[in-house]
């Protein structure tokens, strides 16, 4: 009975986001999440980046979009349900495994230190010229570094870690390289951003740069940003990569989707990133 429903339901978003007009909401207000009582301050709002011009003006995390006990969640690390992955990804960050006898400490040491910035500025071409997110550096070291098997990109495993990698950035504004060598990355991933998927022929723009601030469903759209990524999402009960989330956007538009580690996704990464360039990296966000 839910996919009748749920295809009725698509459809009838499908019209009403069809509507020419734009219909972008502002969220009520931009205070910033206060975590630990204080201790770490995220802002939720920026300057949209230059590229944006004429799209958007500002741009605004997820978790404004949020019902309060969501939003509750992520202002203190105990009550975040992410954060257990971060600790997990700890343990995975000390474990000796592969035919080398390393761990990832063994080369990189203090997380905080040798991590710190690398989601901030991740998807980025690498030095052979490939565009690489921080789950191919993740493997390239366990492949090549540790003579350890490449982790699964969606698993758990992986995901603890880029949780962990992600909160040495926490803060720290999102700055994606656009131009050089990215920038035929950048493009395409564009392009994927505003090509209309599906029998429902919609772009992610449709969504979530038309539309931000609408209600579809019992859904409220938000702009679609990656700073909060991974996720920790309530429906899901875990950790949510970005290309799962990407995934999961393209087939409610009953698409066929990329695969999950894929170059196409790779590049959508890295547009979707500099949609979010100067929003601070939430580390591990909750979103519902
Ligand atoms: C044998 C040493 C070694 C081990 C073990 C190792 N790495 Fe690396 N890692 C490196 C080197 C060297 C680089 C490249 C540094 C550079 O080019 O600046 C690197 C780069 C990285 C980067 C990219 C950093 C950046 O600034 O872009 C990440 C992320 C990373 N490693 C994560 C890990 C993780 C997670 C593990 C454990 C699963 C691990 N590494 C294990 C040596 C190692
Ligand atoms: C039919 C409308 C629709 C389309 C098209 C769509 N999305 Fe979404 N997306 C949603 C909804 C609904 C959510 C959950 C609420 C929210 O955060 O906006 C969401 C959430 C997201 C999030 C999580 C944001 C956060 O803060 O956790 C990202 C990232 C995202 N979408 C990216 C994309 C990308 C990239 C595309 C194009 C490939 C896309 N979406 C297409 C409806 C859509």
């Known amino acids: 009975m839910t996919i009748p429903f749920r295809r009725a339901a698509l459809a009838a978003m499908a019209c009403a986001l069809a509507l020419p007009a734009l219909a972008e909401t502002a969220p009520e207000s931009t205070d910033p999440i206060v975590i630990n009582g204080g201790e770490v301050e995220l802002q939720t ?20 979009f949020r019902d309060p006990d969501t939003q509750t969640m992520q202002t203190d690390d105990f009550e975040n ?16 495994e592969g035919e080398a006898g390393k761990s990832c400490a063994s080369c990189h040491e203090d997380v905080s230190e040798s991590m710190k910035g690398v989601r901030a500025t991740t998807p980025k071409v690498n030095k052979d010229g490939a565009l690489w997110s921080v789950e191919d550096y993740v493997n390239d070291c366990r492949t090549s570094r540790m003579q350890a098997e490449a982790l699964d990109w ?7 870690l880029t949780a962990l990698i992600s909160m040495q950035s926490r803060g720290m504004p999102m700055d994606v390289a656009i131009d050089g060598a990215a920038q035929p990355f950048w493009e395409q991933g564009k392009e994927m951003y505003y090509t209309r998927y599906g029998q429902l022929e919609l772009a992610c723009s449709n969504c979530h740069e038309d539309h931000y601030g609408d209600w579809i469903r019992a859904d409220h759209l938000s702009q679609g940003q990656t700073n909060g990524f991974p996720v920790y999402r309530l429906k899901d009960a875990g950790l949510v990569s970005q290309h799962n989330r990407f995934r999961g956007c393209i087939r409610d538009t009953r698409a066929e989707t990329f695969p999950i580690g894929s170059d196409e996704f790779r590049a959508l990464e890295l547009y979707v990133a500099s949609r979010g360039n100067g929003l601070p990296v939430e580390g591990v966000s909750v979103r519902h």
């Open 81 to 96: 349900p992410g954060m257990i992955f971060v600790d997990q990804g700890m343990d995975e960050w000390n474990m000796v």
């Open 154 to 160: 969606n698993g758990d495993r992986m995901k603890n």
């Open 45 to 64: 709002a920026a300057p949209a980046p230059e590229h944006l011009d004429g799209a958007l003006d500002e741009i605004y995390s997820g978790w404004l």
